[in-house]
């Protein structure tokens, strides 16, 4: 055979075909990836509350005290938009029991306000809105009702799922639903007037209620303390911790296993746990006001611009996703302190993470899979979330280098792990060449889905280095880049 024949047939023959990595702990649902793109979205807290000037109603408010006097799902939408949130969960019903949308279930309902002439539902105009605006629409039903007679029997678990039929199914696709552990105490049910508590583990069947939301709207995830989907990070203040897993096994305060919504170790939940036995990711909630509703007391204790990009750098910029309450006042409007605030957040973010000024650089890495393009350290720059550098299973610990073709200015750095084959790694720093060697200029322990690092002032390079310091398996890296941070 001579040499030209036997070159000819080993080009004939294909490459072994170098496999990805082998996932690693629990991975996330199809649905739970599509949550974690989001990142940022806002709450509405709207209802009897914001009329009577109370943060929690007792359930024996009028009806007609509901009348907003320019309500406009729109408008507030745009603002929502405009602060760069990707949807909006709305309160239908919240502990006071009283539905704004015209329920079946119960007299206590929108239908009986003055609100739209009685024809009013305040529900479908907020998922309207979205539709129109592109922004996802999820709802919140309290599970304590202090208006219903029949709270804290078997009639009012009945109710409770009808309701959330009617939600889940008359509004369109919904992205979430929000599930609380305020569960029982004082109240007016139906005029008795007493407190009444109930078994927060069992009572509401929980496997059953949470089996109907995936029945009726299968791309939905579920909130709540103890999962199923995505967990309360434990605290209302917007953070999750430092070091932050999206991986998480609830359990209840004093039998483990015996655990629910309003009835877990939450103080857990801001970091989650590292051997977790769930993909189960921490949102952090926060009103953009002291309270939950709005209070004209509280039109001066608005957060500010800076508080708010703090809050989402300390959420979203550590795996978690960032739900921030903003509540319209009485006119059903967003009040112009806030409006101002929001506003001012989104131009910062728009700025800050419009261009990655790392795009265009020359990566290189010291080991990638197999040397096969599909793994190669050019994907984290590509801007998508599916492609990825992953190493040779022994190689745990490699680095990625960026060569620019000039200097950039920048003290944001954002690191994508590829989570569809788990959380991986345990710790990255970053570097610059400066003056003939590598200085390091950041490091961070969790990376997960996003990790944001802020520097303590702006760094010049055209040399960075990306290294990951500690990882218990190769790694798997969607995303590498650096911003400047908007004033």
């Known amino acids: 055979m001579t040499l030209a024949i036997a070159m000819t047939l080993m080009a004939a023959v294909p490459l072994p075909k170098v496999l990805p990595p082998d996932p690693f702990g629990p991975l996330p649902s199809v649905r739970q990836l599509k949550w974690h793109e989001l990142e940022f979205y806002g709450f509405i807290h709207y ?18 005290i509901f009348h907003p006097s320019d309500f406009d799902a729109d408008a507030i939408a ?23 949308w015209p329920t079946k279930t119960t007299e206590h309902n929108i239908s009986k306000s003055p609100f739209r002439g009685g024809k009013g539902d305040y529900v479908g105009e907020v998922a309207a809105a979205c539709r129109k605006n592109g922004l996802k629409f999820g709802v919140y039903l309290s599970p304590w009702d202090c208006n219903n007679a029949t709270y804290g029997s078997p009639a009012y678990v009945d109710i409770y799922r009808a309701q959330l039929r009617e939600l889940l199914t008359n509004y369109g696709p919904v992205f979430e639903t929000w599930h609380d552990g305020a569960n029982g105490g004082r109240g007016y049910y139906g005029g008795a007037r007493e407190n009444r508590n109930i078994d927060r583990t069992s009572y509401y069947g929980w496997n059953e209620t949470m089996g109907l939301v995936r029945k009726l ?22 953070y999750a911790a430092e070091t932050s897993w999206a991986t998480y096994t609830p359990k209840g305060p004093e039998d483990p296993e015996k655990f629910g919504p309003g009835y877990t170790r939450y103080q857990e939940a801001e970091a989650g746990h590292r051997d977790g036995r769930f993909w189960m990711p921490a949102e952090c909630d926060v009103s953009i006001r002291p309270g939950w509703f709005w209070h004209e007391a509280e039109n001066d204790k608005v957060k500010t611009p800076d508080q708010l990009m703090d809050l989402y750098f300390r959420s979203v910029g550590r795996g978690a996703n960032f739900l921030l309450n903003v509540p319209p006042d009485k006119r059903g409007r967003v009040h112009e302190n806030d409006e101002k605030s929001l506003r001012e957040l989104g131009r910062r973010l728009s700025n800050t993470f419009s261009r990655n000024l790392a795009a265009g650089a020359k990566a290189s890495a010291s080991n990638f899979r197999g040397d096969q393009p599909g793994f190669s350290p050019t994907n984290l720059l590509d801007a998508k979330r599916n492609t990825y550098w992953a190493t040779d299973d022994g190689v745990h610990t490699p680095a ?53 690092i802020r520097l303590n002032s702006p760094v010049a390079a055209s040399r960075v280095r990306l290294r990951i310091t500690k990882s218990p398996t190769c790694v798997a890296v969607s995303e590498f880049g650096l911003y400047r941070l908007a004033r």
């Open 400 to 452: 990625a280098e960026f060569e620019l073709p000039a200097p950039v200015e920048f003290d944001v750095v954002r690191v994508r792990e590829h989570i569809a084959l788990g959380q991986r790694i345990e710790g990255i720093a970053v570097d610059v060449w400066q003056s003939g060697s590598w200085k390091e200029v950041a490091k961070a322990t969790s990376v997960g889905s996003c990790r944001l």
């Open 217 to 238: 709207q299968p791309e939905a995830c579920i909130f709540s303390d103890a999962g199923w989907d995505t967990r309360w990070v434990g605290n209302e203040s917007g």
């Open 47 to 64: 209802t009897m509350n914001t009329y009577t000037d109370k943060e929690w109603g007792y359930g024996d408010e009028d009806p007609k």
């Open 78 to 100: 745009k603002i929502f938009k405009a602060a760069g949130m990707k949807g909006i969960i709305v309160v239908a019903k919240h502990h006071d029991g009283f539905c704004l």
